[in-house]
């Protein structure tokens, strides 16, 4: 080993060292043999006292005084330090050297000694220099930043430095004579002493949990580390180490709760819900008990974030879960399990206490959320899968809960259903769909059907309403209450929403060419679909192409397309400039504001079908449907019914004055062969 190696690692085992010490000369030694030590390092000092160089024997280098260190290092134990004094006869004169022997191991195992010497006349003379260490020492001490008590080996408290006084509010003398054990937690009283023991060996240790009194009689959590202090093989006293640990804690448990909790509504999470099952499984199965997966989810939901932002939407969740937390059974579980979708667990519930629950949720949700000054209607979907009859994994239920929870608003929405197994063919895997459907258009699976519109006062129809619909060859008659979504969030609406105006401008050629009665098509626009910058011109373009006229195209587009007044606007008149129809679709279930009515230059009403449903026997529903009739009477604007299905409700919508109706009751959308031999066969 070289000089320069040797001398780099003398210095880190000097800087390793905790306390200081007053000797002037240093040599360190390497274990050659059992017996042989060589010289590895020595200072100037030690050099010219012994007239011997660095690398010799450590018989040579140090000659008489080395037999006497030699016995000493016999009770030298392993990585421990050893304090001596030995008193050798040179030139006739008797000397008295004292003598701190160190023992290291590096990590290959070799192993060395460090020697510090000096005569007993140097101690005399250095005897300044040594008080002035040994106040540095006190003064590293004392002046700290982390709380140090010194205590005995019978655990009485020697010194306590100043930062015992902020951290705990003991002052040195108040603690002074006390047992340590007076101030540590009683559950941690048996570990401490039990590690005592070895700090007495000469060993230290720590305790990363402990808890230690604060003078005011509360427990602070506390890290603490005992260093021995050890003379001539002795433990004189125990430094102990504090540090207050309260903030990690705190921060541990904000982890360990975030890591179970939805951050937005507080409720858990699918974590904690995987994690809970397990346990409630099993104690359902042990006690022949079963248990309800209630499968909420907001309906239409993505409106309230197109009309709101995210932050609204955020808001409108928020009060969601509130309202679900206050609904919810004591041994229930509330999960969030998505953005707008909600689970509870009800544990040894039976089918009807399920249900009467169901409705309740129903029932609630039918009350107005308030938020930014307005009123917001939010209905709800339920799906049930029931523990152990539908499946003993929670995947398996959460998937047939999802199942049954499609099923529902597949039919209409705001009501539940439990779990059967026709339902499987009505969910098929999402992103299989999703793969499908990007090449519905290449293998002429998409077709557009057509359901009419009819005035009420005449039974004359003169406009439809174009629907798409997906007869994919894996999974049959796709609703588009289920591909639409998926190509909206895909981007697909773009491509799809482009082949649908280009196939309805297409078949307006092809009857305005065989000279059919003049009619109207509405097409449904998608709110990304219609912010596309080129979506004017795209209509100019299908237009020109076809030769057709503007009139005869209506665009149809959602409440929540009408958010950004400025932006809609200029859209709103570029096509009313080319003579285009504009209608709002499902008026009253999204931004709901009254006004966009009077700033843009909108020529009809939908209203829609949650508000026709039922008309004819809730009184609330009826004044709705008659409130928006007025009031687009008077702002000019034609309104149209939507899902109309009884001869009484068309007669109460006739009596309100609306001018059309659409609905099963006069026909459900049909393809365009059906639609000519229906409706066109004698108008050429």
């Not at 449903?613 to 034609?638: C, F, P, R, S, Y």
């Amino acid at each position: 080993m070289g000089n320069i190696v040797v001398k780099n690692h003398f210095e880190k085992i000097i800087e390793s060292y905790i306390f200081g010490h007053s000797f002037n000369m240093f040599v360190l030694i390497g274990k050659k043999n059992q017996n042989d030590f060589d010289v590895l390092y020595a200072n100037s000092l030690a050099i010219e006292y012994f007239s011997k160089e660095v690398n010799e024997s450590a018989s040579t280098f140090f000659g008489t005084l080395w037999k006497p260190i030699q016995r000493n290092l016999r009770k030298l134990p392993m990585d421990s330090a050893y304090k001596t004094e030995i008193q050798v006869l040179k030139d006739k004169e008797s000397i008295l050297f004292e003598i701190d022997l160190q023992h290291h191991t590096d990590e290959l195992g070799h192993e060395f000694i460090c020697l510090g010497l000096c005569e007993r006349m140097d101690i005399v003379a250095d005897r300044e220099s040594s008080l002035m260490l040994e106040h540095k020492y006190t003064s590293v001490i004392d002046h700290n930043l982390d709380p140090i008590i010194t205590i005995d080996e019978n655990f009485k408290i020697v010194n306590a430095n100043r930062a015992v006084h902020q951290l705990f509010g003991y002052r040195s003398k108040e603690l002074s004579d006390r047992s340590i054990l007076d101030l540590i937690g009683e559950e941690e009283v048996e570990e401490f002493q039990l590690n005592f023991r070895r700090i007495l060996n000469g060993e230290s240790f720590e305790l990363e949990s402990s808890t230690l009194f604060h003078k005011n009689g509360y427990l602070i959590p506390t890290y603490l580390k005992a260093i021995p202090v050890v003379v001539d093989m002795d433990v004189k006293e125990i430094h102990m180490i504090l540090r207050d640990t309260s903030i990690h804690r705190e921060n541990d448990e904000k982890l360990l709760y975030l890591s179970y909790h939805d951050q937005l509504t507080g409720l858990w999470n699918r974590r904690a819900m995987k994690e809970q099952f397990v346990e409630e499984a099993n104690f359902a199965l042990k006690n022949n008990e079963n248990m309800s997966i209630v499968h909420i989810g907001m309906d239409r939901f993505k409106l309230i974030n197109e009309s709101l932002g995210q932050n609204g939407g955020d808001e409108i969740l928020k009060m969601v879960a509130d309202r679900l937390k206050m609904i919810c059974p004591t041994s229930a579980r509330l999960y969030r399990n998505s953005s707008d979708e909600f689970i509870v667990i009800m544990k040894n519930h039976s089918t009807a206490i399920t249900e009467n629950f169901s409705q309740k949720v129903l029932n609630d949700f039918r009350k107005p959320f308030y938020y930014d000054h307005q009123d917001y209607f939010v209905s709800a979907s339920i799906g049930i899968s029931v523990y152990p009859e539908d499946g003993k994994a929670l995947e398996k239920l959460l998937r047939k809960s999802e199942q049954a929870l499609t099923y529902v608003k597949e039919r209409g929405r705001a009501h539940y259903r439990f779990y059967r197994v026709e339902m499987n063919s009505v969910f098929p895997d999402e992103v299989l769909m999703e793969s499908h459907l990007r090449r519905a258009i290449e293998l002429d699976e998409l077709a557009i059907h057509y359901q009419p519109q009819v005035d009420l006062k005449t039974g004359q129809i003169g406009s439809f309403e174009a629907l798409l619909r997906w007869n994919n060859r894996k999974f049959g008659f796709v609703s588009p209450a289920h591909f639409i979504p998926i190509a909206e969030e895909s981007g697909l609406i773009h491509s799809i929403g482009d082949w649908v105006l280009d196939k309805v401008c297409n078949q307006l050629k092809e009857w305005q060419d065989k000279q059919f009665k003049p009619v109207r098509i509405a097409v449904n626009i998608s709110p990304k679909q219609f912010r596309m910058e080129d979506f004017v011109e795209k209509v100019k373009e299908k237009i020109s192409i076809y030769g057709i006229r503007s009139s005869s195209l209506e665009v149809e587009i959602t409440e929540s397309a009408l958010v950004n007044i400025n932006e809609t606007l200029t859209i709103l008149n570029e096509l009313k400039e080319i003579g285009i129809v504009i209608s709002v679709d499902d008026f009253g279930t999204g931004y709901s504001s009254l006004s966009y009515l009077k700033q843009y230059p909108i020529d009809i009403i939908k209203i829609d079908r949650s508000f026709i449903k039922d008309i004819e026997t809730d009184v609330k529903n009826e004044a709705i449907a008659k409130t928006i009739i007025n009031l687009a009477h008077n702002l000019g604007m034609e309104v149209i019914a939507e899902g109309v299905e009884k001869d009484l409700q068309a007669s109460i919508l006739l009596g309100a004055n609306c001018q059309k109706a659409q609905g099963f009751l006069y026909s459900k959308a049909i393809p365009v062969d059906e639609l000519v031999e229906k409706y066109f066969a004698y108008s050429m």
